[in-house]
């Protein structure tokens, strides 16, 4: 078996390049004259209709660790472990932590490093080789085996971890036991299943059709050749190529299937008899009197048949190439934009982003519209790298013709994705697959973008309410752990769907990963209120208020949240009241406290209330607060007084008492708002730019209003800013001419 297993060396990312024995033969030839450098590979995916792209959505397991066979571990293990483990999302720990076991050579320490490792950072292909490379060289071929198979379940996109698993299966397996080769062809079906449509996917392809070849299978190679020629990759040419090579080298009778030979042969019998039948008569009268044309043995076919059966062969494989090319074009450009396809925990820069979501636009927009043929053009940048030699302009594909196509059976025990997929006598048909293949190739260089996982999941969403909500699993569980915001979107879609207790789950499980997050809990309150759980609701509420005693800004944060639910929803006025009380004894400088305090009791009743609202002005006055908050309690303990006081002695002596304040903090006065109830709100300018008047009838004025001379220029404004309201130049079309100073004349001046 020539199938050769690559050289493999780190590369500065922590991945392993991997240069094949097939890989030295292959020439790179873009489509027309297109010539450009492409990135290496690290595997899109395609699998059978009937199951989901990407990973298994159940959690990977690896292989349980094996009794510590070599003593103790080495010295300085322990060390780098605790500081891995202390701080799992620091990749440089890691990878300082496998370089010191790869050096110390410690089967048990490497083992352990790995699996807790790779639980916490799947993609990484050149690992699970590492990993795959150990066990193998510790003689434990089962367990590398165990490892290959949990590596492609986490990663079934990668080819260059498929060509390590046959590589070692062809390298442990008995080929003389009859049950090898059925082995050996189920894992190749598989790979090309999952892999096969990835535009780098050629090397896979290859050793597939070497090892029929190997195998004496060349019916099968063909029929290996013949769907690659169907898929869009890289080094589409060399398929091309090679089908020639192939079926010139061989007998077409032991290439192709007997069904289509038997066609083709009867097709150009049938052609031969018409080209004698036109022939000259004369030519026939050349042999001797009585001699008859030699009669071909029968069941033999002449040389010159055989030809003309491969120049039909290659004139129908020549229709599915110049189809494939138009594909491969049209993606050219996008391809040469992605320079790094592999995982890394670095950042990408903007341009790679746009890049990807300019690839998704593009085929997604393919299959939304199939008279819509948009030029491959992501972004100037990747127009730049590909420096094309001069312009193509992407072409439609032409209608594949009617073939024949080969149906020799290649002993696989799933069915043969790619086969089923095709379109008779073309290439794969543009649909909803290829823009799954994009997307899972792109959440593997992007998968710790939440951008692009929401972006798979809501448009699965639209198809599959299950394989969207694997997606999610998928990323929260694995990818995004630590990232709230994903974690937050998969609960509202489980609600979305119906799914309260998973959606509780997810918040849950949210909440134990990234405890005291305030948006977590307040979400679970949310749910269970919508869910008509409002003792839930509150009882979380409550937890956190206790909880949080120690933090007195959050404290007072979930006490207001509480409140708000118990007087808006539970109508308990006097258990919203406590609350608030006693989150001000914690946070007395807190001006929001006392400022929804004040609220609760102006939303009373009026004359129940006056007390109370009085009491709250108060204590807010003798509070730490700043100046600005205390005029802004003030103005609002008299915007009550003036509307709902019993007497104007009342109103007039709230009034005198605002006039102190003011001339306390030596006229820093701050105007308040009708209606606000953010203190932040409340705290305007006293140009009174930021202040939005109420909607006035268009009334003209019949009497001019009091004359300003000899009043107090502070009492104008001293309560609520009427005359700064009133004062606005908008105002002006509506009528009113000079201010209406509302204070003025009501009060005295002081």
């Not at 096969?196 to 004496?216: I, N, P, T």
């Not at 590909?386 to 149906?407: C, D, G, K, L, M």
């Not at 799933?414 to 089923?420: D, F, G, N």
């Not at 609002?636 to 304040?661: A, P």
Request: with cysteine.
């Amino acid at each position: 078996m020539a199938a050769v297993e690559g050289c493999e060396e780190m590369s500065g990312n922590g991945e392993l390049e991997e240069s094949s024995a097939m890989e030295g033969v292959e020439t790179h030839v873009p489509p027309a004259s297109e010539t450009a450098s492409m990135p290496e590979e690290n595997g899109g995916s395609i699998v059978a209709p009937e199951a989901p792209v990407g990973p298994d959505p159940a959690p990977f397991s690896l292989p349980p660790p094996a009794e510590d066979e070599e003593g103790e571990l080495p010295v300085d293990f322990e060390r780098l472990w605790k500081a891995a483990q202390d701080n799992p999302q620091d990749f440089t720990s890691w990878t300082d932590l496998l370089q010191y076991c790869e050096q110390e050579s410690h089967l048990t320490a490497s083992r352990r490093a790995l699996q807790d490792f790779l639980l916490r950072y799947p993609l990484c292909y050149g690992y699970w080789k590492k990993f795959v490379d150990l066990e193998r060289r510790g003689g434990h071929i089962n367990k590398a085996e165990e490892v290959c198979v949990q590596g492609l379940q986490a990663i079934p996109l990668s080819v260059d971890l498929w060509i390590h698993y046959i590589n070692l299966l062809l390298g442990t397996l008995d080929m003389n036991m009859p049950e090898s080769p059925c082995r050996i062809r189920r894992v190749f079906e598989d790979s090309v299943a999952a892999a096969g449509m990835d535009f780098h996917s050629d090397r896979l392809w290859d050793l597939y059709v070497e090892w029929e070849k190997e195998q004496g299978n060349m019916r099968n190679a063909t029929a290996i050749l013949d769907r690659a020629l169907k898929v869009p990759t890289q080094l589409y040419n060399t398929h091309y190529d090679k089908y020639k090579e192939h079926l010139n080298g061989n007998e077409p009778k032991d290439v192709l299937c007997q069904e289509e030979y038997e066609e083709l042969r009867a097709l150009c019998r049938q052609s031969q008899k018409a080209e004698r039948a036109e022939q000259p008569q004369d030519e026939e009268e050349e042999r001797p009197p009585g001699e008859e044309e030699p009669a071909t043995p029968e069941g033999t076919d002449t040389e010159e048949l055989m030809q003309k059966i491969r120049e039909q062969v290659l004139l129908q494989r020549d229709k599915v190439y110049q189809q494939n090319e138009g594909e491969v074009r049209k993606r050219w450009n996008f391809e040469d934009a992605i320079k790094r396809p592999y995982f890394h925990v670095k950042p990408l820069d903007r341009i790679q982003l746009r890049s990807w979501h300019s690839y998704l636009d593009w085929e997604i927009a393919q299959l939304t519209s199939d008279t819509k043929d948009p030029s491959p053009d992501p972004n100037e940048e990747a127009q730049e790298a590909s420096e094309p030699t001069e312009p193509t302009e992407p072409t439609e594909p032409t209608e594949p013709t009617e073939t024949t196509e080969t149906t020799e059976t290649i002993e696989p025990i799933a069915p043969i994705a790619l086969a089923q997929e095709e379109s008779e006598g073309g290439v794969v048909a543009h649909d909803d697959r290829r823009v799954r293949i994009l997307f899972e190739r792109c959440l593997i260089a992007c998968a710790l973008y939440e951008e692009f996982w929401t972006r798979y999941a809501q448009y699965l969403e639209q198809q599959s309410v299950e394989e969207a909500r694997a997606v999610y699993k998928r990323a929260c569980e694995i990818h995004l752990m630590y990232k709230p915001n994903m974690h937050l979107q998969w609960s509202a879609f489980e609600e979305r769907h119906g799914d309260l207790t998973e959606a509780r789950r997810v918040l849950e499980a949210l909440e134990t990963n990234l405890p005291g997050l305030a948006m977590v809990r307040l979400r679970r309150a949310g749910l269970e209120r919508r869910a008509g759980r409002l003792d839930q609701s509150e009882a979380l509420l409550w937890d956190a208020v206790t909880e949080s005693k120690e933090k007195p800004t959050l404290h007072a944060f979930y006490s207001i949240k509480l409140a708000r639910l118990l007087l808006k929803l539970s109508r308990n006025p006097s258990r919203a009241r406590r609350v608030l009380q006693e989150a001000l004894e914690i946070s007395p400088d807190n001006d929001k406290l006392h400022m929804n305090l004040l609220e609760l009791e102006v939303s009373g009743d009026p004359w129940a209330s006056a007390e109370a609202v009085q009491e709250c002005v108060t204590r807010a006055l003798a509070a730490p607060l700043a100046p600005h908050s205390k005029i802004v309690f003030s103005q609002r303990g008299l915007q009550f007084v003036e509307d709902y006081g019993n007497s104007i002695q009342s109103v007039l002596s709230v009034y005198e008492e605002h006039q102190k304040l003011l001339r306390e903090f030596g006229g820093a006065k701050r105007e308040a708002e009708n209606g606000e109830e953010d203190p932040e709100k409340l705290c305007k300018s006293d140009d009174g730019s930021a202040v939005a008047p109420p909607t006035m009838p268009h009334v003209p004025i019949t009497t001019p209003p009091p004359s300003m001379m000899g009043t107090d220029m502070s009492a104008q404004s001293g309560y609520g800013g009427y005359g700064s309201w009133y004062q606005q130049p908008q105002y002006g079309s509506y009528g009113y001419q000079n201010t209406w100073n509302y204070n003025q004349g009501y009060y005295p001046p002081s």
